[in-house]
């Protein structure tokens, strides 16, 4: 575009020699709406995806229940948009009541995993809004240290919020 014509067409001139912002003004309106846009899609797709899988995470959930003891859904803290702490769901894959390190897959775990089926409960995060489909890896939310403080190192606030599926798995 000649500078004639972006001049007829923006009858303010900006860029940085006029020190005008090169966004419209209401590019921060445009975003906003892009977002909520973006998060309805999310939601819209992660209950239509719970809804076809509904039965096959019954079943999933009933043969974990039957083959070990414990819950069939384990929450872990894990870091959202700004710091904010959220649960993520997930089918439980190894033995209840063993510290994480050392817990034992079981064989209807094994099964959940090598089909990824222990992963659905985690669009539950889409639809709270916690989450979005396509995004960062959520981090583990840090463990409180001793003085009751979190350790500054393990805190990482993402501008964005995380993702059930990262752009490596999308692509």
């Known amino acids: 575009m000649s500078q004639d014509a972006a001049a007829a067409h923006n009858p303010v001139p900006i860029g940085p020699e006029t020190g005008l912002p090169l966004h419209a003004p209401s590019s921060r309106h ?17 209950l239509a995806v719970l809804l076809l899988t509904l039965p096959l995470l019954l079943l999933a959930a009933l043969a974990v229940r039957l083959s070990s003891p414990g819950p069939a859904l384990l929450s ?27 817990a034992e897959v079981t064989k209807v775990g094994y099964v959940l995993r090598l089909v990824r089926i222990d992963q659905l409960p985690v669009l539950l995060s889409v639809l709270r809004g916690d989450m979005a ?20 190192r393990q805190h990482h606030s993402w501008g964005v919020r995380p993702g059930a599926l990262g752009w490596v798995q999308a692509n």
């Open 30 to 46: 445009h975003s906003a709406l892009m977002a909520a846009a973006m998060q309805t899609v999310d939601r819209s797709l992660a």
């Open 76 to 102: 872990t803290p894990h870091l959202g948009c700004g710091g904010t702490v959220f649960p993520l769901w997930a089918l439980r894959t190894t033995q209840a009541g063993v510290a994480s390190g050392t």
């Open 133 to 152: 489909l396509l995004g960062p890896c959520p981090e583990r939310a840090p463990l409180p240290l001793a003085s009751g403080e979190t350790d500054r």
